[in-house]
C-alpha cells in the first residue's frame, strides 16, 4: 500500500493500493487496456480531494509538464501541462509582463484541474482565458479537444463535472490572454487599490489570502469545503425576513448567490471540533485536519453543518471538495 498523506492537503492517514504518476496522455492511452475493471482516482495535487479512507484502487498522478508561449499581435496564446502548478503558472506570466490571472494567485493545485472546477477567485473565474482543453477520452482512448464555450463553465462547474465526470484525463490547457489589459479590482479588499497594476493586484490578493486562510502546507485543508449556494430568489425574500443582513450576489433572474461562510457561521459552527477536524476560526467555510482528524471526523461535522443549514434556511449545501472512499467518490 501507498501512502497518500502527503498527496492530499487535507492531509488524512490513507493509502493506496498503487500510484502511477502520467508523464504524457500517449502513456496514459497505453495504460488504459490495464485499467479495465479495476477502480482509480485521476490526481491533481489533492488540494480539492480528501482521501476518507484507504483506496482500493490505483490512484494516477497527472504530472504532465511544459508551458509553451506564442506571442500574437493583440494576445498571448500559453500551452501549459496539466501537471504544471497553478500559482506558478501565475508568477510566470505576470514576470514575463503577461497580465490576467493575477486574482487567481496562491489557489492551490495543477493547471489540468482549474478548469473541471472553473476555479475563481477576487471576481475572476478562469474560464475567461481558456481557449481550449485537451484530453484523452477513458471510454474509447481518443486524444480529444474542447473550445471554452464546449466546456459549459458554470460556478465551480463545467462539462468534466457532468456529462465526462469519470472519462477524461486532461494533458494540456491552451489559455488565451489578451495583451490589453484591464484591472479587475472591483471586488472585496481590491476595491481600495488606487488605479493598481497588475503585479499590485498579485500581491493584494497574495497578502489577503496568506491572513484570511490556512496554509495547507501547515494545517490540513482543502479550502472551501461547499460550494456557496445558488438560490431561488422567492427562498432569499423569505430569509431576509428573518435575517436581515443575509447577503447576495445576482446570478440571473430568478437566483442569487448566498455565502455559505455566513449560513455555517450564523448557525455558531465557527471553532467548533469533532475530533481532529475543526471549522476554522476565522474561514467557517475551510474545514482543517489538526493531523489527528479522520474521515468519520470530517464526515460527522459536515453532515451537521449540513444538516442545520437545510433546517435553519431550507437550503442544500452540497461538498465542492471531492471526497473518495475505499472505492470511489461520496457525498457528504
Ligand atoms: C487553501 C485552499 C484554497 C483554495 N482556494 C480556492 C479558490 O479560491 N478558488 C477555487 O476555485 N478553488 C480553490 N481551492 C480548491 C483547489 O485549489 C482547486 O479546486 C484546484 O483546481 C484543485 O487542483 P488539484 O490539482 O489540487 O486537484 P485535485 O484535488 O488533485 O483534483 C480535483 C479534481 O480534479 C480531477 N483531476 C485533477 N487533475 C486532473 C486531470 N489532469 N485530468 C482529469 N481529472 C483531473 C480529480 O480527479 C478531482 O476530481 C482551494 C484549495 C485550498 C486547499
Known amino acids: 500500500m501507498y501512502p497518500l498523506q502527503t498527496l492530499h492537503t487535507f492531509g488524512l492517514h490513507a493509502c493506496a493500493q498503487e500510484i502511477e504518476y502520467i508523464h504524457?496522455?500517449?502513456?496514459?492511452?497505453?495504460?488504459?487496456n490495464n485499467l479495465a475493471g479495476r477502480?482509480?482516482?485521476i490526481l491533481g495535487e489533492g488540494s480539492n480531494t480528501v482521501f476518507l479512507e484507504d483506496f482500493t484502487g490505483s490512484?494516477?498522478?497527472v504530472a504532465i509538464k511544459g508551458i509553451a508561449l506564442q506571442e500574437h499581435p493583440e494576445h498571448y496564446e500559453l500551452h501549459v501541462g496539466a501537471g504544471e502548478n497553478w500559482h506558478e503558472l501565475v508568477e510566470w506570466c505576470l514576470d514575463r509582463d503577461i497580465n490576467g490571472f493575477e486574482n487567481l494567485a496562491l489557489i492551490p493545485g495543477t493547471v489540468g484541474a482549474a478548469?473541471?472546477?472553473n476555479i475563481g477567485a477576487y471576481g475572476v473565474e478562469i474560464e475567461q482565458f481558456i481557449q481550449s482543453v485537451e484530453y484523452l477520452c477513458l471510454l474509447t482512448g481518443e486524444l480529444k479537444s474542447l473550445s471554452r464555450e464546449e466546456c459549459q463553465f458554470g460556478y465551480r462547474d463545467s462539462i468534466f463535472k457532468q456529462q465526462l465526470a469519470g472519462k477524461f484525463i486532461i494533458g494540456m490547457v491552451k489559455f488565451r490572454l489578451a495583451k490589453r489589459w484591464q484591472a479587475n479590482a472591483e471586488y472585496a479588499e481590491l476595491k481600495a487599490l488606487d488605479n493598481p497594476s497588475a503585479k499590485q493586484i498579485f500581491a493584494k490578493v497574495v497578502e489577503v489570502r496568506q491572513a484570511k486562510l490556512p496554509d495547507p502546507k501547515k494545517v490540513g485543508n482543502a479550502g472551501s469545503f461547499f460550494k456557496n449556494p445558488i438560490i431561488p430568489i422567492v427562498l432569499y425574500q423569505n430569509l431576509l425576513q428573518r435575517f436581515t443582513s443575509l447577503p447576495s450576489y445576482p446570478v440571473?433572474?430568478?437566483?442569487?448567490?448566498?455565502?455559505?461562510?455566513?449560513?455555517?457561521?450564523?448557525l455558531g459552527f465557527k471553532g467548533k471540533y469533532i475530533g481532529g477536524i475543526h471549522c476554522h476560526a476565522s474561514q467557517p467555510l475551510v474545514l482543517t485536519n489538526n493531523g489527528s482528524g479522520t474521515g468519520e471526523d470530517l464526515l460527522s461535522l459536515a453532515k451537521q453543518i449540513k444538516q442545520a443549514v437545510k433546517h435553519e434556511f431550507s437550503i442544500e449545501l452540497e461538498n465542492e471538495v471531492q471526497l473518495v472512499s475505499n472505492s470511489g467518490?461520496?457525498?457528504v
Do not use: T
Not at 504524457?24 to 488504459?32: H, P
Open 24 to 32: 504524457s496522455l500517449a502513456q496514459a492511452k497505453k495504460m488504459l
Open 39 to 41: 477502480s482509480y482516482y
Open 59 to 61: 490512484v494516477l498522478k
Open 115 to 117: 478548469p473541471i472546477q
Open 252 to 266: 440571473d433572474k430568478q437566483h442569487v448567490k448566498v455565502p455559505a461562510a455566513w449560513l455555517i457561521d450564523k
Open 329 to 331: 467518490l461520496v457525498n
